[in-house]
């Protein structure tokens, strides 16, 4: 896509993501939009106070299956690394009622929020007829448990003013467009393996996500 002359900025433009971060006790979210399944690494950044996710390249979001013909930098410096599936959705917080980046492991997801879907609720994401997910967050470190609080979630359509909020935000494919091979690796070698500065748009990941 082409732009104009008058809005050329001559610069890479770093978006900043907003991601919902879950707390002890409650968290509420409104899942809005699609979600983008993929298989992700989760690498220790270079200074070793963060855990970052970088998605497997070789993985094909769309057809929900590997490519063996793509190159998977990864793979390549971190042989001993295994990627794991994981999905990410546009999420409407209600603490503070802006739309944020949901991450969600592929158990917690197929285990508990999909069955409970299928099961009650329907299209949890419809805008007149989805659910507000309540999920309770316990324990510290590897005793971390999540459950979803069946009796809490509510049905919530989406007012008009959320509506205009969420078609104008961009969908989830576009705030995470999937890299380059080179760009993937450079990052690689800058915030994993060299640099313990860790980059602006991960900053503010959440790295304790519901498995």
Partial sequence: MSIKFNDVNGENKKVKVDYFKFEDGDNAFRIVGDIEPMYVYWLESADGNKTIPVECLAFDREKEIFNNRQKDPVEELFPDKKCSWSYRALCIDPKDGKVKV???KKKFFTEQLLP???KHF???TSPDDGY???????GKGFNT???VDQLSCKPQPLTDEQKEMVDAHKPIAEVFPIST???QKAFLLKFIVGSPDEPD???DLEDDIPM
């Fill in 116 to 118: 409970l879907a299928h």
């Fill in 145 to 147: 448990a999540y459950m």
């Fill in 132 to 138: 507000t997910i309540v999920v309770n967050k316990t």
């Fill in 201 to 203: 748009d991960v900053e």
């Fill in 122 to 124: 329907g299209d949890i």
């Fill in 181 to 183: 091979y080179e760009d």
């Fill in 102 to 104: 949901l991450s969600l």
